[in-house]
């Protein structure tokens, strides 16, 4: 240094630098900078340290969260020894101390060399070893990993296993003086009960006494809120005896107070420390003044030893932590059996951990699920759209089930329109989705959760199946989705684009973390040339401690330590958690899903076509069975007409296949779209009898057709019992094709695949043709007869048996004894009205087990 010029030490984390006067130093997350921090709160170029000639000072670049000292957000500060600055935090963030050194000691070693060499020898240090002969592992070392010798690819020993990691507990590396060791990339917790991350508000509003502030998103608020995920009139902050309160103002998606929903139209009293939130604002009081945070996507977000147990105690995740700042891209991968499904279960909050947290932006996901289920995006493997749509018809009723029921049509057309634009969809908008190419079609499922502005999207095997080319685009997608500040977090097989992503996960066998650091770096830490060497040797040695390697390497000590601060938490379910508000009414959801099903149906030509004909081909065959008199009495001196029950057994029959087969695979071709709407806020019943309804009609209209074609030909009784013969049977028969189409649904909840669904409906439809009473004789028959009443076709003949008067028409069971009648077979009106209203009870019943089965295809955490 230049003689009389001050020496300044900076101190971080317990290490020290002295700083050369001659050049300034970058202080942020850019690899590239003088002093990287890998802290979340820290923007990537956040502020620069440097002598003005006069004296020493920090001078912040306009970063996101802020540089403090005294616990005031500052500028430009100028420093001397005792100084102390946080960066991001206020309170915890990484800490800054500056103290006075030796004048003219000579410039150090420059801090910008220490991550590449902290990194360096990482890799070093993480390889795994070679072995002995015959299998057995190498000895166990006390010095640390050695770098291995790579044979040709293709000569690796057979034998080869990785060593066995060191048992005694890992030294943190010491980097040479004047180097700059990394953070970690997951934020501490912050403090507060309620887990909320104490960032710089984004701006701040004057609360007085008396005054009523009102949210929403139109313009006529005292404050306005531009969020679709915001009712026009959201909710209002009141004084009332020297204290302020939040009352929600009938909100479609509700006001969170910590997190849990408050009731419609409720209040809550506000105390120093609570939070409000409102679609991506969160806000809080601080004295007289109310600071907005608005969540504009650049969030932290990690996991913290999570473990996931299953009965009779198999563990499928173990101890999985990782964390990551915002604008990330990360990718898990492994091989099968890793655990990969489960721990994006557990991240999204569809199947929580057993043990340990998920913290979105500190904030707890599974105990605040309601308000942060708003800001989460998931595409699954399976596409979430109605291929039979066009992009736009999609994307619209998607955006009408989110979207709060006062936003106007042209709000969500221009939010639409913003979609498909980012995503270079616009010139497909038109298009059918099941004519688009594969990654054409992951685009449109991307587009879907765009919709609502996550903050954080995960995606299941988006690639899956796609052509090198596609796979590139849809990586390069996920990319350029994280750099416009979001997270985000893909499950992959490929591997052939790792390189651009932020951060890898790798899963070994047994649902453990084997790697998690710089892509680039992967390979080196398990001294294998290529990834299928490293999955050969994930298969070889499936019970070798990968994790414990892992926990003893120098990669873990640089990116994955400090989680272990905190213990794991069993998790538990706050009540009110259960019954987060839905953006739509339930009668606007239900217009909406009848009228999106109907879209689907009607783009259909074929299905369309098959729904007439079937019924019109079953009723055909039953007209080519003879019958001498037809359905009526028989007249003098033949008492008998045989062939009556014959055709009721055939139009029976034929019904219960046609209203079987409408709705069998409905709900199982549709699960992977359901799941996530009713992450979203789906009603259950409102899609339950979505689906009843236009079922229900599509059945009834078979119904008139196959009795049309069945008892056009035949002579019928000149009166009925209620109404006119023909409409008597007809009722039956519909009703029968109702209760049908209900079984069909409980099979369609019922089987994991759809290919499942055709033998069950086989089986249904054989099932109802001998317990209908026709064959031979139910009733007096103990057991079989109490087991018949189950059957809706044994009711369905019933009442049509009723109306035709059966028990005269067809022989006797007992020919000694002709007056023994099956019962249900009464010729009158209240037994008619009797076995019909017991019929329209089992369909009722099966709609009460559909709903209960459609719970297990829900997120856990939402489950009532």
């Not at 006494?209 to 679709?228: K, P, T």
């Not at 007409?641 to 209203?659: H, K």
Request: one cysteine or more; proline letters at 7%.
């Amino acid at each position: 240094m230049g003689h009389g010029v001050p020496e300044l030490v900076l101190e971080l984390n317990g290490r020290t630098w002295a700083l050369d006067p001659s050049r300034s130093y970058t202080l942020g997350r850019d690899p590239q900078g003088d002093v990287v921090i890998d802290d979340a709160r820290v923007s990537w170029r956040h502020a620069t340290i440097g002598w003005n000639g006069h004296g020493w000072a920090i001078e912040d670049h306009g970063s996101t969260n802020g540089t403090y000292a005294q616990g005031q957000r500052v500028q430009r500060l100028d420093l001397a020894a005792g100084t102390v600055v946080h960066l991001g935090n206020a309170t915890d963030g990484p800490r800054l101390n500056l103290s006075a050194g030796q004048a003219g000691s000579g410039a150090v070693a420059s801090a910008a060399a220490a991550p590449a060499a902290a990194a360096h020898h990482g890799m070093q240090q993480g390889a795994p070893q070679g072995v002995q002969q015959h299998g057995a592992p190498a000895a166990q070392q006390q010095a640390p990993y050695q770098q291995p010798q790579q044979a040709p690819y293709g000569q690796q020993p057979h034998h080869a296993a990785p060593q066995q990691p060191h048992h005694a507990p890992a030294q943190p590396h010491q980097p040479p003086h004047g180097q700059i060791p990394q953070q970690q990339g997951a934020p501490r917790p912050a403090a507060g009960g309620h887990g909320y991350s104490d960032r710089s508000p984004t701006t701040f509003h004057q609360l007085a006494l008396g005054h009523v502030m009102r949210i929403g998103r139109a313009l006529d608020n005292e404050l306005v809120v531009s969020d679709l995920q915001v009712s026009r009139h959201h909710a209002e902050f009141r004084s009332t005896g020297g204290r302020f309160e939040i009352h929600d103002l009938g909100s479609h998606n509700g006001t969170y107070v910590n997190g849990q929903p408050l009731a419609k139209s409720g209040t809550a009293l506000l105390g120093p420390n609570d939070i409000v939130g409102v679609g991506h604002s969160t806000f809080r009081i601080v004295g007289d003044r109310l600071e907005e945070f608005v969540d504009t996507g650049e969030v932290s977000f990690s996991a913290r030893h999570l473990t996931v147990t299953v009965d009779g105690g198999k563990q499928i995740l173990k101890d999985v932590s990782f964390g990551v700042p915002e604008k990330s891209l990360i990718a898990v991968i492994g091989p099968s059996g890793s655990g990969k499904s489960t721990l994006l279960k557990a991240l999204t909050g569809y199947r929580p951990a057993n043990q340990g947290d998920v913290l979105y932006d500190n904030r707890n996901l599974y105990k605040q699920f309601a308000e942060l289920r708003q800001r989460i995006g998931l595409v699954p493997q399976d596409d979430i759209l109605h291929k039979e749509l066009t992009v736009r018809t999609a994307l619209k009723y998607a955006a009408k089930l989110r979207f709060p029921g006062d936003t106007a049509e042209s709000e969500r057309s221009a939010r639409i329109d913003e979609v498909l634009r980012e995503l270079k969809l616009d010139i497909h908008k038109d298009k059918k989705i099941t004519s688009l190419s594969g990654g054409q079609r992951k685009r449109v499922s991307v587009a879907l959760e765009l919709l609502t502005k996550p903050s954080l999207i995960f995606l299941d095997e988006p690639t899956s199946g796609l052509d090198p080319g596609m796979d590139r685009d849809v990586m390069q997608l996920l990319r350029g989705l994280a750099d416009d500040g979001r997270t985000v977090l893909v499950v992959t097989h490929s591997v052939a684009e790792l390189a651009i992503c932020d951060k890898l996960l790798v899963m070994a066998p047994g649902g453990s973390v084997a790697y998690f650091g710089p892509p680039d770096e992967a390979l080196n830490f398990f001294g294998y040339s290529t990834w299928a060497d490293v999955f050969s040797a994930f298969e070889n040695y499936r019970d070798y401690d990968w994790a414990g390697r892992w926990k003893g390497s120098q990669h873990y000590q640089l990116y994955a330590a400090d989680l272990d601060a905190v213990a794991p938490q069993s998790v538990t379910m706050p009540t009110a958690q259960m019954q987060p508000p839905k953006p739509q009414a339930w009668g606007s959801q239900l217009f909406t899903l009848i009228r999106r099903y109907v879209s689907v149906i009607a783009s259909d030509k074929g299905f369309l076509a098959l729904m007439v004909i079937l019924p019109a081909v079953l009723g055909v065959v039953s007209t080519v069975i003879p019958a001498t008199f037809g359905l009526a009495p028989p007249k003098p001196p033949s008492r008998f007409n045989g062939d009556a029950g014959t055709i009721m057994l055939i139009l029976a029959v034929g019904m219960c296949f046609s209203g079987a087969a409408n709705s069998v695979r409905e709900l199982i071709k549709e699960r992977v779209i359901y799941e996530r709407e009713r992450a979203t806020g789906l009603s259950r019943s409102a899609y339950l009898m979505s689906k009843v309804i236009v079922l229900g009609v599509i059945t009834a209209i078979q119904g008139a057709i196959i009795c049309a074609i069945g008892f056009t030909p035949r002579d019928l009784p000149a009166e009925g019992l209620i109404m006119p013969p023909a409409v008597e049977l007809c009722v039956s028969v519909t009703a029968l094709g109702f209760t049908s189409m209900m079984f069909g649904l409980v099979i369609s909840s019922l089987v994991k695949t759809a290919e499942k669904t055709m033998p069950l409906l086989v089986m249904f439809a054989i099932v109802q043709v001998v317990f209908t009473g026709i064959l031979f004789q139910v009733y007096d028959s103990p057991g079989l007869e109490q087991f018949a009443w189950l059957m809706p076709s044994r009711w369905a003949v019933a009442a049509s048996g009723t109306t035709l008067n059966l028990a005269v028409l067809m022989p006797p069971w007992d020919q000694e004894n002709p007056t023994n009648t099956d019962p249900l077979w009464d010729a009158t009106a209240g037994q008619w009205g009797f076995n019909i209203t017991v019929l329209l009870l089992i369909g009722i019943a099966c709609g009460f087990a559909v709903a209960r089965l459609l719970r297990r295809h829900e997120p856990e955490v939402m489950r009532k």
